[in-house]
């Protein structure tokens, strides 16, 4: 298997429940590395539960979830976070008391490996600001009196100081300004370039066909369809079916 094919997040049969209410039922997905996969459907569908799920964040869950190799079913949220699986979650939990470098520098992790030994693409804040220009002016400024936009941006860059092998990101073109959504595609996409997989949690249609070569569709906790982008858009169905608002 080359490099680029490489499996680095593999999840089979994931099922999880809020309390006694099920909502992920044997849900399959992989990502490799190098990859960007959009895990697509409309609210409510189970997207933001998934990635809770595979980070064993506020619920209950069984099946299987493997990280670059190894299982992480057992494995508590810290524990995850450390092997370097990062998560920005949908609603960014910033220390808004805190400084944007202050945020940056708590999110810092060593530097890390793939299996094969060479070195994972390593973060310093001054890539990130190189990164996400709109930061570098904002640095002592605090986080809670950012835009929305530059929240998003920072949730995103506090995550990537911590040198995550496969990124989960969680609707991050949601309610966020036209130029934070092109900054938050080319950053997928430089990531996609030095090697990190990303799963992305997204429902629209258009930014992630931007950004991910691959997707699974969710209805009700369930996947209904996976495939390339270009499959789906040659699947009309498909699209009225499971994403038409």
Not at 116 to 135: H, N
Not at 210 to 225: F, P, S
């Amino acid at each position: 298997m080359s490099v680029a094919a490489a499996v680095v997040l593999a999840v089979h049969g994931l099922d999880a429940w809020y309390g006694a209410a099920r909502v992920l039922y044997g849900i399959d997905l992989e990502v490799r590395r190098g990859e960007v996969v959009a895990l697509m459907g409309r609210n409510g569908a189970g997207k933001s539960t998934t990635l809770k799920a595979i980070m064993n964040l506020g619920l209950r869950r069984s099946g299987q979830i493997r990280f670059m190799g190894n299982s992480i079913t057992a494995s508590k949220p810290f524990q995850i976070a450390r092997l370097g699986l990062g998560y920005v979650p949908e609603d960014r939990r910033l220390f808004t008391d805190l400084s944007v470098r202050q945020n940056l520098d708590l999110g810092h992790q060593p530097a890390r490996h793939w299996p094969d030994g060479r070195p994972v693409s390593a973060w310093t804040i001054e890539a990130l600001f190189d990164l996400f220009p709109i930061l570098r002016p904002l640095e002592n400024r605090q986080a809670g009196t950012l835009s929305g936009g530059e929240q998003q941006m920072l949730a995103v860059a506090r995550t990537l100081m911590g040198n995550p092998c496969v990124l989960l990101l969680d609707e991050p073109s949601e309610g966020v300004a036209p130029l934070v959504v092109e900054q938050m595609a080319a950053m997928i996409l430089a990531l996609k370039q030095q090697g990190t997989g990303v799963l992305l949690s997204e429902q629209n249609i258009h930014f992630a066909q931007l950004v991910a070569g691959r997707t699974y569709v969710l209805e009700k906790g369930v996947v209904q369809y996976s495939g390339t982008m270009q499959e789906m858009r040659q699947s009309p169905e498909v699209i009225r079916s499971y994403l038409a608002i």
